[in-house]
C-alpha cells in the first residue's frame, strides 16, 4: 500500500503556472512507475504525463505536451508536475498515482491521491 499526498493547487490566471507535488511519506517510489491524471466536471479521467521507472523514459498526452513538465525526485519520495502556460480548459481535479509494475501504462496505476483542484480563470 502506497499513501499519496498531493499539494500545489490553487486559483492561477490564464497563462499562468503552478508546480503540483506529490509525497509518499514512508515508501520507496524508485521502482514505480509515477504519473499525473487529472478529471474535470462532467469528463473521463484522462492521463497526463507518466515516468517509467526502468528507463526513465517521460510521457505526455497531446494536451499538455510543452507546457507541462513531470519529475521526480527519488531521495525525497516526490514528484511534481511543473504546469506552464494554463489555460482555462486545463481547470480539473488534478491525481498523482503510482504503478507498482514501473510501466506508463494508464491502466496499472493503481495507487492514487487524494486530489487537487486546479482553477485557471482570470
Known amino acids: 500500500q502506497v499513501h499519496l499526498v498531493e499539494s500545489g493547487g490553487g486559483l492561477v490566471q490564464p497563462g499562468g503556472s503552478l508546480r503540483l507535488s506529490c509525497a509518499a511519506p514512508?515508501?520507496?517510489?524508485?521502482?514505480?512507475?509515477i504519473g499525473w491524471f487529472r478529471q474535470a466536471p462532467g469528463a473521463e479521467r484522462e492521463g497526463l504525463s507518466c515516468?517509467?521507472?526502468?528507463?526513465?523514459?517521460?510521457d505526455y498526452s497531446d494536451s499538455v505536451k510543452g507546457r507541462f513538465t513531470i519529475s521526480r525526485d527519488n531521495a525525497k519520495n516526490t514528484f511534481y508536475l511543473q504546469m506552464n502556460s494554463l489555460k482555462p480548459e486545463d481547470t480539473a481535479v488534478y491525481y498523482c498515482?503510482?504503478?507498482?509494475?514501473?510501466?506508463?501504462?494508464?491502466?496499472?496505476?493503481?495507487?492514487w491521491g487524494q486530489g487537487t483542484q486546479v482553477t485557471v480563470s482570470s
Open positions: 514512508g515508501s520507496t517510489l524508485d521502482r514505480y512507475a
Open positions: 498515482a503510482v504503478n507498482p509494475y514501473g510501466l506508463c501504462v494508464w491502466e496499472d496505476f493503481g495507487f
Open positions: 515516468i517509467s521507472f526502468k528507463e526513465n523514459n517521460t
